[in-house]
């Protein structure tokens, strides 16, 4: 049973840069995509980065130079640097894995942003 596990969030100022990670268990293999979504509020759930274990990234448009995806050694771990925050960034993160038509999901991390 893989489970991914997130860390970090919490309350930011905005201009904050807080960083999120996630790690998978229960599996022996690269899962081929990692990412995050988040939901604010209200909202529907977007997707917001990915990397695969190749490293091919993806961001939405609106967090595409201020979010950084990573995963060192194309290993099940993945971080998300967060730069210049905006209010509008306030959601629950959840860390995703993506394998073989499978979407395997964390519980989900609170990021607020507010002065």
């Known amino acids: 049973q893989v489970q991914l596990v997130e860390s970090g969030g919490g309350l930011v100022q905005p201009g904050g840069s807080p960083r999120l990670s996630c790690t998978a268990s229960?599996?022996?293999?690269?899962?081929?995509?990692m990412g995050w979504y988040r939901q604010a509020p209200g909202q529907a759930r977007e997707q917001v980065a990915a990397?695969?274990?190749?490293?091919?990234?993806f961001y939405t448009d609106s967090v595409e130079g201020r979010f950084t995806i990573s995963r060192p050694n194309a290993e099940n771990t993945i971080y998300l640097e967060m730069n210049s925050l905006k209010p509008d960034d306030t959601a629950v993160y959840y860390c995703?894995?993506?394998?073989?038509?499978?979407?395997?999901w964390g519980q989900g991390t609170q990021v607020t942003v507010s002065s």
């Open positions: 995703n894995g993506h394998e073989l038509g499978y979407d395997y």
């Open positions: 990397i695969s274990t190749g490293g091919d990234t």
């Open positions: 229960g599996t022996d293999s690269g899962i081929h995509v």
